[in-house]
């Protein structure tokens, strides 16, 4: 992706300078509120803390907090242009925490290029936060800090430069490995550069299961042999007895390579002389050692992945610092060592064997995406990453015995997940009902479309629901091929041979208590712009006889109005000012007077206010029926398919009419 100067310039300048920003969390709007959040009433959580200190992580930030640190000595490629220059690096790395997995960070630039400074430094900083992300700091200086402060600290300490890179490309490997039907044990590894990302990358490939004596590591003098002398004590951890003296005489044989270095040192007649079948990680940015188009016209056999996004196999630390950091904290772990390393990278290689959501597919403008040579670690942006590296971390953590407190993996993969969304979060408490429950018929009239093909394997696949899929046989099939799908235990249909054509028109003819079996207890607000009679407007008229109604007929029903809708969300509204209110909290059921407030209402949630929305629900038909529309993704589609399932249940206890 071409990204011109001015662009990147304004984008950093418009608006508030600067990416990230500090906000309250707790209402801050009145006098009260004040005292509750300073003084006199901050001294009762002050005074819990004094007496029990893990009481820091119920009663402040410290456990969703990262210190993102550097002296900007080694920036992004860009050098050692000093603490300052490197902020903006710093700010979009807190960006990216937030991001993926809902961290805070605040970024400290340290004005010094001394590592003691650094050390002592990030020590001072431990009652404040409850990690620490080293960044873009030289080596070998990178690896005496973070050696010093793991030692020190009961914190989580974390150089992303060395681990991040170590961690993604490791998960790629293994997957890399298996497509090429090679072992760990004998493949012959070489690396190109000897720097941070180099050195904590080859030992985390021997505790992969690489030998020590099969990986050749080259700085910019040449191949790292025994017989230099010029080697700090952790480039002398990889020095080899070898008549290889440049990188060209390393990579003979080689079935690896791996550039940890500057870009266009390889050349195609370097890969030439590497062993059938090799492994090409050329992830220098944002020039590749060699590009991804001259390693494939020198070796057609090779499996290749670079650290950009515009070419398979991105191999990009955001899978792994914001997810690796979520389950340390969320179990206050005290440190990150090499078990829960080693499971954020099994779990990175295991998720990218799973079918791929058609929402990834789209985010990246890909048709196809399966595991094979050209996908061999999972996207940058595919949320799933968050609900498998985390917990894989986490309870590595326990495992291992550095964790403060034990979690219970799958709800902490639920509460993970309720990270992702509202939405996200009611989805899977249907799915779970409906898993529970015998499967459910659902009959999917567009059978041949590749996303309904998808929709009905995930669904199948999870116990969800049992899909019969309507149209020809034989080009769902094809088309099923084509996307990479099993039509195995799903049920086809041509309806146009079928006898009873004419009863599924029939049959297709009436739903009430709908957010009650959503798993809600519903509080109903019925909207207009007054709030319960402070405006005398006809419209405002017509919502309170439809509200004295519904008190009539539902009288144990939570409902209420006319209100304004802020009135209506907001509690502490609701209840300092109208506590005569019906509603026993915010409404969760909003009824707006007309269908042009609602649809207004409802788009602008969507596109502008970042809702995941989840429709259109038919309610009112005597059995479940629902509508995809047509612009609906695979992952709309099973959730409209959950909704139908847990609809039918519901249909299937009630008495006929």
Known sequence: ???????????????????????????????????LAYTPGVAEPCREIAQRPEEAYTYIAKGNLVAVVTNGTAVLGLGNIGPLAGKPVM??????????????????EVGSEDPEDVIRFCQLLEPTVGGINLEDIRSPDCFYIEEKLRETLSIPVFHDDQHGTAIISGAALLNALELVAKDLGTVQVVFAGAGAAAIATAEHYVRLGVKRDHILMCDHEGVISSERTDLDRYKSRFARKTKARTLAQALQDADVFVGLSVGGIVSGDMLRGMAPRPIVFALANPTPEIMPEEARQARSDAIIATGRSDF??????????????????????KKINGEMEMAAT?????????????????????????????????????????????????????????AGRVIDVDEYRA???????????????????????????????????????????????????????????????????????????????????????DGFAQELWATAEFVGRLGIEPRVALLSFSNFGSVRHPAAEKVQQAVSLLHEREPALQADGEMQADTAVVERILKKTYPFSRLRGAANVLIFPNLDAANIAYKLL??????QAIGPILVGMAQPVHVLQRGSEVNDIVNMAVIAAVDALEHGRRPPA
């Open 1 to 35: 992706m071409s990204i011109r100067r001015q662009e990147a310039l304004d984008y950093h300048s418009q608006g508030r300078p600067g990416k990230i920003q500090v906000s309250p969390t707790k209402p801050f709007k009145n006098q009260h509120d004040l005292s």
């Open 91 to 108: 700010e979009g790395k807190g960006i990216l925490f937030k991001a993926f997995a809902d961290i805070d960070v605040f970024d400290l």
């Open 312 to 333: 398979p196999n991105q191999v990009n630390n955001v899978l792994g610092f914001p997810f690796i950091f979520r389950g340390a904290l969320d179990v206050r772990a």
């Open 346 to 402: 099994r779990a990175l290689a295991a998720l990218a064997k799973e079918e791929v959501p058609d929402s990834v597919m789209r985010a990246y403008g890909l048709e196809r995406l399966r595991f094979g040579p050209d996908y061999v670690i999972p996207k940058p942006f595919d949320p799933r990453v968050l609900l498998w590296v985390a917990p894989a971390v986490a309870w590595a953590a326990v495992g291992s015995g550095v």
């Open 415 to 501: 509460q993970l997940d309720a990270r992702l969304g509202r939405a996200r979060e009611i989805m899977r408490g249907l799915s779970s009902r409906a898993q529970q429950q015998e499967a459910q018929r659902i009959v999917f009239p567009e059978g041949e479309d590749p996303r309904i093909l998808k929709a009905a394997r995930i669904l199948a696949d999870e116990g969800i629901a049992a899909p019969i899929l309507l149209g020809d046989p034989d080009v769902m099939r094809r088309q099923a091929d084509d996307a990479g799908v099993t039509l195995e235990d799903i049920a086809l249909a041509n309806p146009r041979t079928s006898a009873h054509l």
């Open 606 to 611: 969507d596109r502008v206010g970042g809702a």
